[in-house]
């Protein structure tokens, strides 16, 4: 069974940055495209950023210039570099693999941005 484990998270002032990372294990990692997705208080979940399996990536514009997702399948992991943040990016943020009709997720961590 894969299993999703997020870190990372917690209280950043506007303008700072975060790196969030997700372990992976139960599977073979390098075969499953990774994503980011985060819910706001009171919103949707939202994707952030995806990466396939061969490296291609995908950012929400909301997020594009200032976020950077990432995978490492020699340490079974995958990372969202995220600069320049804004108040608006304070969300609980999940890590997603996916593969065929196989869907995973993580538990989530916390990211708030205030000053």
């Known amino acids: 069974q894969v299993q999703l484990v997020e870190s990372g998270g917690g209280l950043v002032q506007p303008g700072g940055s975060l790196r969030l990372s997700c372990a992976f294990s139960?599977?073979?990692?390098?075969?499953?495209?990774m994503g980011w997705f985060r819910q706001g208080p009171g919103k949707q979940r939202d994707l952030v950023a995806t990466?396939?399996?061969?490296?291609?990536?995908n950012y929400a514009d909301s997020v594009k210039g200032r976020f950077t997702i990432s995978r490492d399948n020699a340490r079974n992991t995958v990372y969202l570099q995220m600069n320049s943040l804004k108040p608006e990016d304070t969300a609980v943020y999940y890590c997603?693999?996916?593969?065929?009709?196989?869907?995973?997720w993580g538990q989530g961590t916390q990211v708030t941005v205030s000053p």
């Open positions: 997603k693999a996916s593969l065929a009709l196989r869907v995973y």
């Open positions: 139960g599977g073979t990692f390098s075969l499953y495209p």
């Open positions: 990466i396939s399996s061969g490296g291609i990536t």
